[in-house]
């Protein structure tokens, strides 16, 4: 082998390495952000779980089927995932106080209805918090939205490097570039054509592959508030004997 030989050889060699790298490192970059979202959703259904006890908790205070069909109605979230949620105490603490035992019924489901929309809103969009490092930094919480822009980008990268970087062409050029390997197979007339797309293409992200449910927002404005004041009070006058049992059941295992 003379010089010139040598040479060519440490040339396909480098290129060869640096069009693997640019292939196989983008894909690991994709994989590493693909890992770090499913991450993300785990903590993000922690929040779903927070979400699924608030509204245990409000439904527990309704006494019936017809009640809590009544109260969701009111909020234009009749058809909502709320009225499936079966109602339990669970660590719900103690009902608040009140002068009366009308007053503790509209104040118990002012309070769980309070929370239930914080804990949706924060699943939804998060909220503030410090970073855990940085003092005077703030940071925002895993919430659904975010990560539905994070797969957007994910998919946005995957579509880019399956377009800039086909598996099909990235696997001619490398035989292209092996000058002995590449002779040998013209010599017996093989041809340069690759199909690897069906297994080395990346493959987007499926959102749903996630399990992420999609809360529907709870609305706080005057309208809303001042519906689960009036459900409140109606229910308690119509069924007060129930409202009654539930509340004295809660009282009793605190």
């Known amino acids: 082998m003379d010089k010139l030989d040598y040479l060519s050889e440490e040339m ?9 790298d640019t292939f ?3 894909r690991k970059r994709i994989d590493q952000e693909m890992d770090l979202i499913a991450r993300q959703a785990d903590r993000l259904r922690q929040k779903a779980a927070l979400v699924e006890k608030k509204a245990a908790s409000l439904n527990y205070l309704l006494p019936d089927s017809e009640s809590t069909g009544f109260f969701w109605e009111g909020l234009g979230l009749a058809d909502s995932i709320y009225l499936s949620i079966k109602g339990r105490w669970e660590e719900a603490g103690p009902l608040p106080w009140a002068l009366s035992k009308k007053s503790r019924y509209l ?3 002012s309070v769980q209805y309070d929370e239930l929309r914080a804990a949706v809103n924060e699943y939804l969009f998060g909220r503030y918090v410090d970073h855990p490092e940085i003092k ?3 940071v925002i919480t895993v919430n659904l ?3 539905k822009k994070w797969a957007e980008y994910i998919n946005e990268q995957i579509r880019q490097v399956n377009s800039s970087s086909n598996p099909d062409d990235v696997m001619a050029f490398t035989r292209r570039m092996n000058i002995n390997e590449n002779s040998k197979r013209e010599s017996i007339g093989q041809g340069l054509e690759y199909k690897y797309q069906q297994d080395l293409c990346m493959k987007p992200l499926e959102f749903d592959s996630l399990e992420l449910l999609e809360y529907p927002e709870i609305p706080g404005d005057k309208k809303a508030l001042a519906w689960v004041e ?3 009070l109606t229910i308690f006058s119509q069924k007060k004997t129930r409202v009654m ?8 295992s605190r």
């Open 107 to 109: 104040k118990s489901i």
């Open 145 to 147: 939205s975010n990560l």
């Open 12 to 20: 396909v060699e480098e290129t060869l390495k640096e069009a693997a």
């Open 136 to 138: 005077g930094k703030k």
């Open 24 to 26: 196989f490192g983008q």
């Open 245 to 252: 049992d539930i509340m004295n059941e809660i009282q009793k």
């Open 230 to 232: 009036k459900a409140a």
